[in-house]
């Protein structure tokens, strides 16, 4: 299994390696080095196929190892060290400009950067800052849980004062661009009220 994400590793370093060759010169010299990387990766794989008697524990040992390895890449330095691979496709996607970091303020004043999808849709973006907090309280040892559902019912997204509303829209059909900035806003009563 470990020997599995080491190659789920190469591989996402190989697919980075093939658009390093479509990019022009000044970023190629941003990204991880082939050579480099392929002796990181190449030697655990090796611990770990040729000792098949390594624990669990062991096994993970060695992958954060090769992992805060590949992380001292410049493209990669700003991620942390217990990175997903969902992330690492995030950042990667962000630097050739197939992503877009959104600036939600929250209403205590907190600012999250979510990466989403150039063509992400509002849900994207929904489910984007879902999985920001919740790995956020994960790394911070937080572990209070978050009734989305309330939180959605409760709450819009907004833009600008527009509020996103469908959720299937494309959020640059709302003219949201790589760091703007948008906020929760609380959703008001709908009902009639009779007098």
């Known amino acids: 299994m470990a020997t599995q994400t080491l190659d789920e590793t190469h591989q996402t370093q190989m697919e980075v390696t093939e658009q390093n060759q479509t990019t022009s010169k000044d970023t190629a010299n941003l990204l991880p080095s ?3 990387t392929e ?5 655990d794989e090796v611990k770990v196929e040729s000792n098949p008697d390594l624990t669990h524990q062991e096994v993970m040992n060695i992958v954060r190892t090769s992992l805060g390895q590949v992380l001292q890449d410049p493209l990669l ?3 942390p060290s217990d990175v997903t691979t969902e992330e ?3 950042q990667l996607a962000l630097e050739y400009g197939q992503a877009m970091t959104v600036n939600v303020r929250r ?3 907190e600012v999250l950067p979510v990466v989403v999808l150039q063509g992400g849709t509002v849900e994207d973006l929904k489910q984007a800052l879902k999985r920001h907090i919740v790995m956020k309280q994960k790394r911070e040892g937080n572990i209070r849980a978050i009734s989305w559902r309330y939180t959605w019912r409760t709450y819009w997204l907004a ?3 527009q509020k996103l509303d469908d959720d299937n829209r494309k ?8 760091k703007d900035e948008i906020c929760f806003m609380k959703r008001l009563n709908t009902k009639e009220i009779g007098y």
């Not at 959020?171 to 790589?178: A, C, E, P, Q, W």
Request: include cysteine; glycine fraction near 14%.
């Open 77 to 79: 330095c700003d991620l």
């Open 39 to 43: 002796n990181i990766l190449g030697q």
């Open 159 to 161: 833009f600008q004062g």
């Open 88 to 90: 690492i496709n995030l």
């Open 34 to 36: 082939v050579e480099n």
């Open 107 to 109: 209403q205590d004043g």
């Open 171 to 178: 959020i640059k059909d709302y003219g949201i661009r790589n």
